[in-house]
């Protein structure tokens, strides 16, 4: 239906651009060739006159592009019948400009170059209106052609955009398990010890997960939607790990600005999957969020221990990694790891509009 739509809009407003340029044509050509008449009248000569003429082109355009569209350009068929239409649509447009125009509109005889009478057919006359004919089907062919690569154009876009949205519930979904196995695990240990902040955990990892399921459908959402989870996140650690250190500062000047759920806790969740979790000692994580003018510089700082299981992220990162590559092309993400933390910095431009 859409596509129907746009084509009527379309051929319409070619027909009235072309019908409009004809009898402006028509009526400047007959100043000259009837200069005694009064322009009145040779205005409304013009305009009935080419009302005529569309009953031969307009039968004759829709005519080329049907057989355009059934047959296409490759076969010998589909020539033969551009021939024959073509041959019938001159021979109608002779015989309306012959016997209909000349003697009943203009109330005088066609001539060649004014003096000498002109015949029905001769290859002078069969040439005008034959370039008369061509040059009107090869603007309808051309409008036609445009408007169905456009609308090839907008089908690829839309295509491109679901498979990438396919993708990333792909890539979400390899997300949110994993972290409901690892908090779970948490919950169970502190059940052993009967450890009393154990209802308080349930209450934020119900709060963390109703996030998860419900907000994180949505293909973007308010930054600080996103945070909010962070800190939520960051609390359900903190119960969990009494002497872990965390600093984190915020600095958003549009909290309304919008980023793709999930993407930013997934770097604290390997800080402590990776990092934190494996500290003996003395652990920390910390946190800046600045939001300035578009542009989010996210940095992380955990800490680990001198032999971390160095592939234990690859799969996790590269996750990320292919979510940022598809949401952000242009993001800017360095990972460094020292012999006593990881440092994590993004850098997302969100008024790049190469973004989908």
């Known amino acids: 239906m859409p596509d129907t739509k746009s084509k009527l ?17 028509d009526f400047y050509w007959s100043r000259y060739q009837f200069p005694d008449v009064e322009w009145q009248t040779r205005l409304q000569n013009s305009i009935v006159l080419e009302l005529g003429y569309f009953l031969i082109k307009m039968p004759l355009a829709y005519s080329l592009l049907y057989v355009y569209e059934k047959t296409g350009t ?19 447009h002779r015989f309306f400009t012959h016997y209909i125009i000349y003697p009943y509109i203009y109330g005088v005889v066609e001539t060649l170059d004014g003096k000498q009478p002109s015949g029905f057919i001769n290859g002078l006359v069969a040439f005008n209106s034959f370039m008369d004919l061509i040059f009107m089907a090869g603007l309808i062919f051309g409008v036609e052609i445009t408007r169905q690569k456009n609308l090839l154009k907008e089908q690829i876009s839309l295509l491109k955009s679901e498979k990438l949205d396919q993708e990333l519930t792909m890539l979400k979904a390899q997300i949110n398990p994993h972290f409901l196995f690892n908090t779970l695990n948490n919950i169970y240990g502190m059940a052993l010890k009967k450890a ?26 308010s930054i600080d939607k996103d945070i909010e989870n962070i800190k939520d996140f960051l609390q359900i650690q903190q119960i969990r790990h009494h002497d872990l250190v965390i600093r984190f500062n915020e ?49 992380i700082e955990n800490s680990k221990e001198e032999k971390p299981h160095g592939s234990s992220t690859k799969i996790g990162l590269k996750n990320i990694r292919r979510q940022l ?26 008024n790049d509009t190469s973004r989908f």
């Open 9 to 25: 809009y379309v051929h319409l407003l070619f027909w009235i651009l072309y019908y409009t340029l004809e009898v402006y044509l």
């Open 74 to 92: 490759k076969r010998f068929f589909s020539y033969m019948l551009y021939c024959f239409i073509f041959v019938a649509a001159v021979l109608f």
């Open 196 to 221: 009393d902040e154990t209802p308080d955990v349930i209450l934020q990892l119900s709060k963390v997960m109703r996030y998860n399921i419900y907000e994180a459908a949505e293909r973007f959402i």
């Open 251 to 299: 600095d958003i000047d549009n909290p309304s600005q919008e980023i793709s759920p999930l993407i930013l806790i997934q770097f604290v969740e390997n800080a402590f999957k990776h990092g934190v979790s494996e500290t003996l000692g003395e652990s920390f994580i910390h946190i800046d969020i600045q939001l300035k003018n578009g542009v989010l510089h996210y940095h």
């Open 325 to 350: 590559e598809l949401l952000y092309p242009k993001h800017i993400l360095t990972v460094e790891s020292t012999n006593d933390r990881y440092i994590v910095t993004l850098i997302i431009d969100f």
